[in-house]
């Protein structure tokens, strides 16, 4: 049974970086995708970019590009989410989920909550 | 970037109704599209991919149709547990994208 945990929340300055890990348990990491979702209070889910961990291949969605870096370590089975510059509009809740190529993303992280302030 | 477009945002209904959602693509994405419910406070949850195909342990009462540009979500006999947000995500393309979501709230 494959599960994902994520760090704790955050609190950080408008203008500065945050970084959020995945730790995945229950299966060989190397045959993940994973995917990053971001929601903001009260709002819908927001697709940020995903890593192939085996090919450290990266993709992201336009909207993150050049502000988001997601990584992982093979040797721990963790992923990671680094989003910079911060502002007031990226307070939200952080899921990694695993993108199972195909058939959607499962299962996913706690959430990690986000809170920008100036 | 492909856009989706869920409908209705919100919906009212009663236990043992059954209630459908449509999701509608602004392009062509044949069968590339999943469901979600989700819950206050909660991760969401996976209930149907590639369309129509249930993920394991989502309830009969749960099915997906369609495909190219209009799919539906239909929950028959609604249960208490089945009030939540649903969500649809494409992942045709190489980035993917989720509607905006539809409440279902208890009549």
């Known amino acids: 049974q494959v599960q994902l945990v994520q760090s704790g929340a955050e609190v950080k300055k408008s203008g500065s970086s945050v970084k959020v890990s995945c730790k995945a348990s229950?299966?060989?990491?190397?045959?993940?995708?994973i995917s990053w979702v971001r929601q903001a209070p009260g709002q819908g889910l927001e697709w940020m970019g995903r890593i192939i961990p085996t090919l450290h291949i990266t993709n992201y969605a336009q909207e993150f590009q050049g502000r988001v870096t997601i990584s992982a370590d093979e040797s721990t089975g963790t992923a990671y989410m680094e989003l910079s510059s911060l502002r007031s509009e990226d307070t939200a809740i952080y899921f990694c989920t695993r993108d199972k190529s195909g058939r959607g993303f499962d299962p996913w992280g706690q959430g990690t909550l986000v809170t920008v302030s100036s | 970037d492909i856009q989706m477009t869920q409908s209705p945002s919100s919906l009212s209904a009663s236990v043992g109704d059954r209630v459908t959602i449509t999701c509608r693509a602004s392009q062509n994405i044949t069968t590339w599209l999943a469901w979600y419910q989700q819950k206050p406070g909660k991760a969401p949850k996976l209930l149907i991919y590639k369309a129509s195909r249930l993920e394991s342990g989502v309830p009969s009462t749960f099915s997906g149709s369609g495909s190219g540009t209009e799919f539906t979500l239909t929950i028959n006999s609604l249960q208490p547990d089945d009030f939540a947000t649903y969500y649809c995500?494409?992942?045709?393309?190489?980035?993917?994208?989720f509607g905006q979501g539809t409440k279902l709230e208890i009549k």
């Open positions: 229950g299966d060989t990491f190397s045959s993940y995708t």
């Open positions: 995500q494409q992942y045709q393309t190489y980035s993917c994208s």
